[in-house]
């Protein structure tokens, strides 16, 4: 039970190969073609940190619900929490290219757009930024303290550390409604200024949660593959899958529900976000965002079968984060962009950062065993059955 994760050379060469390829896509963006790398850089960034944010938040759903089908696994999403660090890192840079993101940045354009004017005390660049760090302040030093009682809890038998990780887990859960709401829309949707959504927020964050469970699972279910997580049982694969399919429910609702209401009430201010998005040539992606995460998933996960599969949950966890992509994409290209061009740079990039991602989360996850083998519910974990 104590196993530690052992890295391979080839996964390291293969990490260190996908990064490679990431910055080779960066460096020929800024030399060519600035613009699309700045856009790149914030999809990039974007999709793994809602994956970091949903990731910690199921870390903290665990706690708090006090589920004990998946201490055994709890480790995942703590290692996932240590990306923090590294995507403030590769976020700061944006700092310095957000002339080439967000219209609201430049101004002269705010001084002749009254809309733009009134919004100006929150969408000014030294506000931005303040708001920026403190986000991460708040992400990292919460979610380190939580890793740091789970660390402890291996040290000694007893609660106090599973009460404490329980307590600092509400307040974490209503932490992140705030800063990760206004991280959403400093990031993503003020990319179109004169657009809002009420369930904007709602929506990325459901994205979020959703696609990180999907992660979660792929993860397991590899480790399980090459000897570790022995106990993993086909109530466990139901388990994941039963959230996969009721989060691709709820993230089809939020979709849908903003799509709508928008479109019915056929309001000027608000359609002007989607008219791009559903005429010429991203009408694909549009219409490809939802079979992907939601009709897919509906209709592959109703067989307990394919459900309880870990082949079958291998394919459809890569497909679905290949729409989380799309999703993520949609929300920034066509507002910095406004043509589809998905080539190297796009590709190249994202490569480079899932390499990343792979090596960060397998160093995290070498660090400590991968169980917490004092966890009070370990032993439901362990010997799950329906």
Known sequence: MDKELIISS?????????????????????????????????????????????????????????????????????????????????????????????????????????????????LNIPFFTIRFFMYFAVWIGLTQ???????????????????????????????????????????????????????????????????????ITLVVIILNKIGYFPFLNKYHLKDFSKYIFILSIIWGYTWFSQY?????????????????????????????????????????LMSSKVASNKNALIVITIILLIGQWIDVYMQVAVGTLHHLNIGFIEIGSFIGFVGLFAYILAKSLQCKPLIAKHHPYLEESLDHHA
Do not use: C
């Open 145 to 215: 303290l939580l890793r740091r009682y789970s660390f402890k809890e291996d040290l000694e038998i007893g609660l106090t550390y599973f009460q404490k990780s329980e307590f600092l887990s509400k307040i974490y859960i209503f932490s992140l409604a705030l800063t990760f709401s206004l991280a959403t829309f400093d990031w993503i949707m003020s990319i179109d200024a004169h657009w809002f959504s009420t369930i904007f927020a709602v929506r990325n964050f459901v994205m979020g949660f959703y696609h990180a469970v999907v992660m």
């Open 10 to 122: 080839k996964f390291k060469h293969a990490s260190f190969a996908l990064i490679g390829i990431g910055l080779i896509a960066f460096i020929v963006g800024f030399l060519n073609q600035p613009d699309r790398a700045w856009a790149n850089l914030i999809i990039n960034n974007y999709y793994f940190l809602s994956l970091a944010i949903g990731a910690t938040f199921f870390w903290a759903l665990q706690y708090i619900t006090q589920s004990g089908w998946s201490s055994g696994f709890i480790r995942i999403p703590q290692a996932i929490a240590n990306f923090f660090p590294v995507l403030l890192l590769l976020m700061i840079p944006l700092l310095f290219g957000l002339h080439h993101l967000y219209h609201w940045s430049h101004a002269d354009v705010v001084a002749h757009d009254p809309l733009l004017m009134h919004k100006s005390p929150f």
């Open 260 to 300: 709508i209401l928008i479109w019915y009430a056929n309001i000027p201010e608000e359609t002007i976000y989607y008219v791009p998005r559903t005429q010429g040539e991203f009408m694909p992606l549009f219409y490809a965002e939802l079979v992907i995460n939601w009709l897919f998933p509906f209709l592959a």
